[in-house]
Protein backbone atom coordinates (compact mmCIF):
# COMPACT_ATOMS: atom_id res chain seq x y z
CA UNK A 1 0.00 0.00 0.00
CA UNK A 2 1.04 3.58 -0.88
CA UNK A 3 0.17 6.65 0.76
CA UNK A 4 0.29 10.22 -0.98
CA UNK A 5 0.59 13.37 0.21
CA UNK A 6 0.53 16.39 -2.18
CA UNK A 7 1.94 19.77 -2.10
CA UNK A 8 2.67 22.93 -4.16
CA UNK A 9 -0.75 24.57 -4.92
CA UNK A 10 -1.80 28.23 -4.05
CA UNK A 11 -2.85 31.26 -5.74
CA UNK A 12 -0.95 32.35 -8.84
CA UNK A 13 -1.91 34.97 -11.87
CA UNK A 14 -2.93 33.87 -15.18
CA UNK A 15 0.48 32.90 -16.99
CA UNK A 16 2.44 32.00 -13.99
CA UNK A 17 3.90 29.13 -13.21
CA UNK A 18 3.24 26.38 -9.81
CA UNK A 19 4.99 23.18 -9.37
CA UNK A 20 3.21 20.57 -8.07
CA UNK A 21 4.67 17.78 -5.72
CA UNK A 22 3.41 14.56 -4.05
CA UNK A 23 5.29 12.75 -1.59
CA UNK A 24 4.98 8.88 -1.68
CA UNK A 25 5.08 6.48 1.45
CA UNK A 26 6.21 3.05 1.28
CA UNK A 27 9.27 0.90 -0.09
CA UNK A 28 7.61 0.24 -3.68
CA UNK A 29 7.15 3.54 -5.33
CA UNK A 30 9.21 2.76 -8.05
CA UNK A 31 7.14 -0.14 -9.26
CA UNK A 32 4.14 2.15 -9.23
CA UNK A 33 2.38 4.02 -12.10
CA UNK A 34 1.61 7.58 -11.46
CA UNK A 35 -0.95 10.38 -12.76
CA UNK A 36 -2.07 13.54 -11.92
CA UNK A 37 -5.99 14.37 -12.46
CA UNK A 38 -8.12 17.50 -11.61
CA UNK A 39 -11.64 18.25 -10.42
CA UNK A 40 -12.57 22.01 -10.85
CA UNK A 41 -15.78 22.85 -9.02
CA UNK A 42 -19.43 21.28 -10.34
CA UNK A 43 -17.41 19.47 -12.89
CA UNK A 44 -16.32 15.30 -12.65
CA UNK A 45 -12.57 14.66 -11.74
CA UNK A 46 -10.36 14.90 -15.01
CA UNK A 47 -7.30 13.43 -16.13
CA UNK A 48 -3.79 15.60 -16.61
CA UNK A 49 -1.43 13.47 -16.89
CA UNK A 50 0.58 10.47 -16.51
CA UNK A 51 3.74 8.52 -16.00
CA UNK A 52 5.05 5.32 -16.05
CA UNK A 53 7.30 3.82 -13.01
CA UNK A 54 10.67 4.87 -14.66
CA UNK A 55 9.09 8.02 -16.08
CA UNK A 56 10.50 6.63 -19.37
CA UNK A 57 6.42 7.10 -20.90
CA UNK A 58 4.05 10.26 -20.41
CA UNK A 59 0.99 10.94 -21.57
CA UNK A 60 -1.00 14.62 -21.68
CA UNK A 61 -4.46 15.93 -21.79
CA UNK A 62 -4.79 18.24 -24.67
CA UNK A 63 -6.02 20.75 -22.19
CA UNK A 64 -2.61 21.01 -21.14
CA UNK A 65 -0.30 19.71 -23.36
CA UNK A 66 2.64 22.09 -23.94
CA UNK A 67 2.24 23.65 -21.12
CA UNK A 68 2.47 20.88 -18.37
CA UNK A 69 5.21 17.97 -17.54
CA UNK A 70 5.12 15.32 -15.13
CA UNK A 71 8.10 13.80 -13.79
CA UNK A 72 9.45 11.50 -10.70
CA UNK A 73 12.23 10.82 -8.41
CA UNK A 74 12.23 7.28 -7.63
CA UNK A 75 14.71 8.06 -5.18
CA UNK A 76 13.05 10.94 -3.52
CA UNK A 77 9.21 8.76 -3.40
CA UNK A 78 7.98 11.88 -5.45
CA UNK A 79 5.97 12.39 -8.28
CA UNK A 80 6.15 16.16 -9.86
CA UNK A 81 3.84 18.19 -11.88
CA UNK A 82 5.31 21.73 -13.24
CA UNK A 83 2.77 23.98 -14.74
CA UNK A 84 3.60 26.53 -16.76
CA UNK A 85 1.43 29.32 -18.56
CA UNK A 86 -1.46 28.95 -16.29
CA UNK A 87 -5.16 29.60 -16.92
CA UNK A 88 -8.07 30.07 -15.16
CA UNK A 89 -9.56 27.46 -16.30
CA UNK A 90 -6.77 25.36 -14.76
CA UNK A 91 -8.35 26.20 -11.26
CA UNK A 92 -9.11 22.86 -9.51
CA UNK A 93 -8.25 20.64 -6.95
CA UNK A 94 -5.28 18.21 -8.33
CA UNK A 95 -4.89 15.04 -7.15
CA UNK A 96 -2.56 12.95 -7.63
CA UNK A 97 -3.13 8.77 -7.83
CA UNK A 98 -1.14 5.43 -8.37
CA UNK A 99 -1.59 2.23 -9.30
CA UNK A 100 0.62 -0.75 -9.10
CA UNK A 101 1.53 -1.53 -12.44
CA UNK A 102 3.97 -0.37 -15.19
CA UNK A 103 2.06 2.39 -16.81
CA UNK A 104 0.24 4.72 -15.88
CA UNK A 105 -3.31 5.22 -17.27
CA UNK A 106 -6.09 8.18 -18.00
CA UNK A 107 -8.89 6.75 -16.37
CA UNK A 108 -9.40 7.49 -12.86
CA UNK A 109 -11.09 4.13 -12.52
CA UNK A 110 -7.74 2.32 -12.59
CA UNK A 111 -6.04 4.37 -9.76
CA UNK A 112 -6.16 2.57 -6.49
CA UNK A 113 -4.92 5.12 -4.35
CA UNK A 114 -5.25 8.79 -4.15
CA UNK A 115 -3.94 11.93 -2.45
CA UNK A 116 -5.83 14.60 -0.71
CA UNK A 117 -5.62 17.25 -2.86
CA UNK A 118 -4.04 20.43 -3.19
CA UNK A 119 -6.01 23.72 -4.37
CA UNK A 120 -4.60 25.44 -7.70
CA UNK A 121 -6.20 28.86 -8.30
CA UNK A 122 -5.50 31.12 -11.59
CA UNK A 123 -6.66 34.22 -11.32
CA UNK A 124 -7.05 36.28 -14.71
Known amino acids: QVQLVESGGGLVQAGGSLRLSCAAS????????MGWFRQAPGKEREFVAT????????VYADSVKGRFTISRDNAKNTVYLQMNSLKPEDTAVYYC?????????????????WGQGTQVTVSS
Open 97 to 113: AGRSIRFGSSSLNDYAY
Open 26 to 33: GRTFSNYG
Open 51 to 58: ISRNGGST
